[in-house]
């Protein structure tokens, strides 16, 4: 047999698969539009202290992510579900840490000697607020998701605390004993702009915002037992909704985002995989051009009213982390944030059904194959199809 004429063969097949293999184009759509109930973070005490589990929407799986022989609890989401921000007395006094939503990378982001609470997110991923009384009573923070520039937003004499953040993440609704009982006021991102919502004798607090950001629940007191009220952003329309003879309690609610949009993404040969958050359902994946325009276009489908949509997508893809920028039918608010070292995240909100390109820019060149690894890949692949080669052959010689 001539080997040098079937190695020549397979060299120019080989050859010739590397040289018309596309360079990018989608995959998968994997859960294209598919209903997203997420995990669940919780508080145990199973472990004899209180520590901070997770479980699927049914109750399967259910893992520990701390484990230390002191309390950690009030678990909290981050807005595209990589992060849990919570509470731990690990360090002698309650402080905020966060980690990833498979227990690793636990970091401490406060530090001092008095307690900070009560994690909540921005909708952007980009600020956590809490509150802490290290001024000597309660009050609202908020700091970046790394720790940094931790600043005291409602600065007064009295306790502050329950931060919420609005679903655009211009205001956070708060509760304060300013004026001789809890009430539920609102102020800017910055702090600016503290403004009482609710006015009575009697007490109201733990203020939730509904998802397009028009109302807010909260609990009161007010008629004689504790129930569920909701009013408009403002505060006007004050309604009590639960209206029942026994106390009711917690409200929480219902989060628009409901579908998991999970894409992959084959750029030179690699494959990445990027995420669409959305209340809706979404069209095609566009990313014909990612390589040179880079942009993603995307259709919001079945929307109508408010909207929010967060798209993450791997530093790793073109070489993040990047600045996006969404055009096309001009969201109401829109930014960027770098959520670790490996992700970067667009959350934005909109009005209504329409088409969206997300612009990804100071991104590196997308590495190409060079002719070093196309000669190095292509002798490794010809040295396995002659081995495997001669290893039938030697098979069949052995047969006989």
Known sequence: MNHSSERSKIALFL????????TI???????NGSRMNGGIAFTSLRDGNEEIYVMNADGSGQTRLTNNSYDDDDPCWSPNGLRIAFASYRDGNEEIYVMNADGSGQTRLTNNIAE???????????K????????????VYVMNTDGSSQTNLSNNSVADNNPEWSPDGAKISFDTDRDGNWEVYVMNADGSGQTR?????DEAGFSVWSP???????????????QIYVMNADGSGQTNISNSNDDDWGPSWQSLWGYVNIYDLNVDGEIFTFVVLTNSTLGPIDASDITTAKNISFTVEGSQGTGMCDLTLPNSMLGGPYTVEVGGQSPWSSSTSVINATHTALYFTYNGTGTYTAQITGATAVPEFSLSMMILTFGILTLAVISLKRKFMFAQESAR
């Open 128 to 139: 956590i607020a809490f509150e802490s009384d290290r001024d000597g009573d309660w009050e």
């Open 116 to 126: 900070d609470d009560v994690a909540s997110w921005s909708s952007d991923g980009i």
């Open 15 to 22: 050859l010739a698969c590397l040289l018309v293999a596309p």
């Open 25 to 31: 184009g989608f995959v998968v759509a994997a859960d």
């Open 212 to 226: 397009d950001g028009t109302k807010i629940a909260f609990e009161s007191d007010r008629d004689g037992n504790w």
């Open 197 to 201: 919502l609710t006015n009575n004798n």
